[in-house]
């Protein structure tokens, strides 16, 4: 749901809204901690737009590389969200936020952790974009997300090659790097909510947009939210 962003030298120029306060608020607390791999707010332009410092690197789409199935990149990708979410704990709450604020709000969530607003440099995760839809909530509410993408749980096939038992594994090291005392079922029980909510936005975009592959999205959301609830 990207849409008008274009870079300009070494900066990045987007749509603001009213989140933008609060989402450059939690950006300047992650880059004061020393977190290079987040954009740095800059301004709020006259003509409503913000402008944020470029993140280098490798940001993949689907069709994803062979490389985003790696270990490298599900390990890296999990240490840099343990380590915002470690560090937003601490920064301010106040919103408004473009999306809900969800209890218990333990950190402030990416809310869209995933590959594809990832950036890598030579396969490893070193920078998360697209902020915007960042809120307050739990943590497994943004790993579970992560784990639906980078495992991946999905029922499409994204040309991962990975067998339910490999998938499997793959959740269990995602949970443990996160944190040792998470279970694997803890961060599973979560997908399914979160893929649902996400079905739900997806088919008002769509609706909204008249676009037809996103209502391809939102069913597959919803049949891969029922497959894992099975």
Known sequence: MRSHVTREGGTVVRPAGAWSEAVHALLRTLNAAGLAGVPEPLEIM????????YLEGTV????MPDWVWGDLALESSVALLRRVHDLSASAPRSGPWRSPVRQPAEVICHNDFAPYNLVF??????????W???????????????????VPLSTADL?????????RRRLERLARLYDPALEADEVAAMVPARLLELADLTAAAAERLGDAFLHDDAALYRRDAAHLSS
Do not use: H
Not at 60 to 63: G, K, Q
Not at 125 to 130: K, L, N, R, Y
Not at 132 to 150: E, N, T
Not at 159 to 167: C, E, L, S, V, Y
């Open 46 to 53: 006259p003509d409503g737009r913000e402008r944020l410092t």
């Open 60 to 63: 993949p789409a689907y069709p």
């Open 121 to 130: 440099d030579e396969g490893r995760a070193i920078g998360a974009i697209d």
């Open 132 to 150: 915007d839809f960042a809120s307050p909530g739990p943590r497994v509410w943004d790993l579970a997300y992560l784990a639906y993408r980078i």
């Open 159 to 167: 040309g991962d090659g990975f067998t339910d038992r490999q998938r």
